[in-house]
């Protein structure tokens, strides 16, 4: 169960800071590891907002269609986290354990089950044993800490060789606020709203609306583009609270001007946190940007730079080194958005390859070469036909992937 | 470049019998191969009618742009095939290799140009030095034999390990009637109107319009319903070929009931020959089948079918012998089509494994392991929401898939 560490992970984990109005704690169901923390509590300060994107999947998990349901009414206490079984396809009993953790959760922290967010993640159609959860949480209650930062992210681990943080001081009209975060995820990772599972608070006080409208439009541009495999999960949930313990003038709109600064440190965070899933994706050696601009609009853009992304053939050849463009242009072709094949521009490495439909005069494949055998590659694709872009996030297709993903239930 | 046979190969490669006014011959241009012919030309006798389903890639070759156009006449005297290089993304360079190949062709078999049709696979992007097809022409029309068929059917191989041949006999009316035919491919494989190169020809007298209306169906149930990486050709070309050798009442619409066995013949043919593609799957070592019941239509059981042989952790499981049906459950979600979570049935070997959201109680895995450890397996998936239905075929996700792609161009 447990691989190497991804050679394209960060040099050194950072320690998230306390964070007003967070406490957490982490503890073993054993209901799949041995040895290792597998259940995490978040507590949240009364007055909590929260927003969240979820996965878009039509198999999506009972503890999706809670969060979905619960967050209509804007307001929460807790989230539960729990790695290993994701309650996913596991019909009445599921949405059983569900309630079950979320009313136990609500009598302890003396909040509504409405309150109380769960996620799980892990193997697909195994019943879980809702009481591994229940009997340990008084213990998790007792534990919660402001510190408890590092072993919550490690917590929530399924297959991810290291924990995903990360943390922005920002400003709202010039009060200081803070942003932090942790995520999840190596495989089953091409996020379809939101990625497998991330956790990111603030201490700013803003209202659930303006949380959502803020959410959105940042989850497109981070976690909604990154791939991995091209898999959907079932459990992909990204939630976002504010506990409103920093002070700062009240924000009632997403429009307002004061929101500046909080919109782009978050969405900042979001492609940190979104980038780190990618550089510990199943198997990675290489981690590749891929920029792509002249289409019809950004969404086109998206599309086409996640049809690059996801091409097998694109990625096993970047796994070799290989300065194959040609499957750059195939996965172009297959991805259903206007392109101008014969205005197609593709440089990898910032080095131009191809300009109008052919390669250039002259190419020299040697400074190509020497750029995909580094751990950091872009590529970048004109498409010939707008003005819309897009970046999009992606590893390398590997030896280690299969090796993971044939042995993950053993 | 030559890589083991595939276990999936069939036990022996038939020989496609001579067709009444279909001649072969093969040669080598050393474009990129060695000791190997890398080039088939195909005659065809007066008269020949064709129909043609080709990529829907905006990425598409002059070759096939070529073919598209020629189509519209829907008359054959010729095709040339090459192997090694795909002539896509060529620019203008590459559409004057098809016309002067197509030229060349023409004035050696006394024809017009646009009867000749042109096919080209093998690496994207690099310049095809038209001389070395022009050079040997002549050569080949001195060997063209009846009896060329095994020739061609090897010449036209890139990175298979196996030459793909079927043969019908049909009839039309009581009159007998043979339908031959090659293909080839084995990655890049998720045809978006046909695979990457199939030739199929028939002695039937039939028109142009009535052969593209009987082809176009057939391929849905075949070529485009095969996946091996998910990754759509730039050269995806399938044609069929009439040469009216055969004596059979006159055939003038699609419609006639004359042409029933003759579709089911053509039908059951593709099917032989996509399969095979399959069979050759880059790395393949488990072929398996995919039968999704239960769908809105019959398009959409094909895409939740796709959805599931093309995801890498479907896959990888499979390569693994892993009864892992989540990640099946995980495939529907995501494809996008109406599914009903709770009365979703999922069976692999034929044993009910899921039903009504949730695993059936007492499953036993210890029969799904043992199927799954087999060459051949099956995926069946009722969707619950309507009639329509849809059968699928792929192959496994091994380190094999890695290692041919990770090197094809070296």
Same mark, same amino acid.
């Given at each position: 169960? &447990?691989?190497?560490? &991804? ?14 109005? +967070? ?5 073993? *169901? @054993? ?21 969240? +994107? ?13 969060? =979905? ?20 396809? *596991? ?5 059983? +354990? ?21 996620? &799980? ?36 681990? $399924? $297959?991810?060789?290291? %924990? ?22 190596? @495989? ?18 803003? %209202? ?19 791939? +991995? ?13 504010? *506990? ?88 172009? @072709?297959?991805?259903?958005? =206007? ?7 593709? =440089? ?45 996030? *992606? ?16």
């Amino acid at each position: 169960m &447990s691989h190497p560490r &991804s050679p394209l992970a960060p040099d050194r984990i950072i320690e998230l800071p306390p964070l007003a109005g +967070v406490r957490l704690a982490t503890g073993l *169901t @054993g209901m799949r590891y041995k040895g290792r923390d597998d259940l995490a509590l978040i507590e949240l300060a009364p007055g909590t907002t929260i927003a969240g +994107v979820l996965t878009r999947s039509l198999s999506c998990s009972p503890p999706v269609e809670w969060c =979905k349901a619960k967050l209509k009414a804007g307001k929460a206490r807790a989230i539960v986290v729990n790695a290993g079984n994701a309650n996913a396809f *596991t019909g009445r009993h599921g949405r059983d +354990v569900v309630s079950t953790t979320a009313t136990a959760t609500a009598k302890l922290l003396d909040c509504k089950p409405g309150e109380v967010f769960i996620a &799980s993640t892990g193997v697909i159609g195994v019943p879980l044993p809702v009481e591994t959860i229940t009997r340990i949480l008084p213990d998790l209650k007792r534990q919660l800490a402001a510190s408890g930062w590092p072993r919550a992210s490690q917590a929530i681990m $399924t $297959t991810d060789t290291f %924990p995903k943080v990360a943390t922005r001081r920002t400003a709202i009209a010039g009060a200081p606020v803070t942003i932090s975060g942790m995520c999840k995820g190596s @495989g089953m990772i091409m996020p379809d709203m939101a990625t497998m599972l991330a956790f990111v608070f603030t201490d700013a006080k803003l %209202p659930a609306g303006v949380l959502d409208s803020i959410l959105r439009p940042a989850a497109d541009r981070s976690f909604n583009a990154i791939t +991995v495999d091209g898999d959907t999960s079932t459990s992909d949930t990204l939630l976002l609270c504010a *506990t409103g313990q920093a002070r700062h003038v009240a924000v009632r709109s997403a429009a307002d001007a004061n929101l500046k600064l909080f919109r782009a440190a978050l969405e900042d965070l979001l492609v940190d946190l979104a980038t780190q899933v990618v550089r510990d994706g199943e198997g990675a050696q290489k981690f590749v940007t891929i920029d792509v601009t002249g289409a019809q609009s950004a969404k086109a853009a998206r599309r086409i730079g996640l049809s690059i992304g996801n091409s097998p053939l694109v990625k096993t050849a970047l796994a070799a080194g290989d300065a194959n463009w040609g499957r750059v242009v195939m996965a172009v @072709g297959k991805a259903g958005e =206007k392109a101008d094949r014969d205005k197609l521009v593709i =440089k990898m490495g910032g080095i131009v390859i191809a300009r109008d439909g052919a390669q250039v005069d002259g190419y020299d494949e040697a400074p190509v070469a020497r750029h995909l055998s580094g751990r950091e590659v872009s590529i970048e694709v004109d498409v010939g036909v707008g003005k819309g872009s897009a970046r999009v996030w *992606t590893c390398d297709l590997t030896h280690g992937y299969i090796d993971i993903n044939a042995s993950y239930r053993s």
